[in-house]
């Protein structure tokens, strides 16, 4: 039997910067300066917070608390793109969307520590808690979209939601 191509695949990659960090100027976004000031200083503000929570957690000050480190850039930069207006149910590793949108981090800490005060979001943000199950909230960010759109005002609805949302469990029975 002869042997035939039934596929082919291209794989290609769009990169922005180059090895040596050198940013293609034609690709770049079009972002102030200052906008962009303020997610590298955002983002390292999370950094830093998750750090501490992380070491409060260890020393048996904090119950749980899920760490954000890797997911900044994640955390940060869509809801700075977002009004007050805009509805947000991040996951539970979603602290950094809520001192994007201006919740304080003591506030978190609160909220980690067992403390309902620590759910005080800022005046006028339709930023609801985080779902702890995982993959539980798309639904209700699907009805909030929803209700966006019969409202007629315009806005979105904002969810995250992690690999343990999309992926499949790895186990089989034998």
Same mark, same amino acid.
């Given at each position: 039997?002869?042997?035939?191509?039934?596929?082919?695949?291209?794989?290609?990659?769009?990169?922005?910067?180059?090895?040596?960090?050198?940013?293609?100027?034609?690709?770049?976004?079009?972002?102030?300066?200052?906008?962009?000031?303020?997610?590298?200083?955002?983002?390292?503000?999370?950094?830093?917070?998750?750090?501490?929570?992380?070491?409060?957690?260890?020393?048996?000050?904090?119950?749980?608390?899920?760490?954000?480190?890797?997911?900044?850039?994640?955390?940060?930069?869509?809801?700075?793109?977002?009004?007050?207006?805009?509805? $947000?149910?991040? %996951? !539970?590793? =979603?602290? *950094?969307?809520?001192?994007?949108?201006?919740?304080?981090? &003591?506030?978190?800490?609160?909220?980690?520590?067992?403390?309902?005060?620590?759910?005080?979001?800022?005046?006028?943000?339709?930023?609801?808690?985080?779902?702890?199950?995982?993959?539980?909230?798309?639904?209700?960010?699907?009805?909030?979209?929803?209700?966006?759109?019969?409202?007629?005002?315009?806005? $979105?609805?904002? %969810? !995250?939601? =992690?690999? *343990?949302?999309?992926?499949?469990?790895?186990?089989?029975? &034998?």
């Amino acid at each position: 039997m002869a042997l035939r191509t039934i596929a082919s695949l291209d794989v290609k990659r769009l990169e922005i910067l180059d090895v040596n960090g050198v940013a293609d100027k034609a690709l770049m976004p079009k972002v102030s300066d200052k906008l962009l000031l303020e997610m590298y200083r955002l983002m390292y503000q999370i950094r830093a917070f998750d750090e501490r929570a992380i070491l409060l957690q260890r020393s048996g000050r904090l119950g749980t608390y899920p760490m954000i480190t890797g997911q900044e850039a994640t955390q940060c930069v869509p809801p700075l793109a977002l009004k007050p207006t805009d509805w $947000v149910v991040p %996951t !539970y590793r =979603g602290g *950094g969307v809520y001192f994007a949108r201006g919740m304080q981090m &003591r506030d978190a800490l609160l909220y980690w520590a067992g403390d309902d005060r620590g759910t005080r979001f800022p005046e006028g943000n339709r930023d609801m808690i985080f779902s702890i199950p995982v993959g539980t909230h798309l639904t209700q960010v699907a009805g909030l979209a929803w209700g966006q759109k019969f409202e007629g005002k315009g806005g $979105v609805a904002v %969810t !995250y939601c =992690g690999d *343990g949302t999309s992926s499949k469990g790895t186990c089989t029975r &034998r």
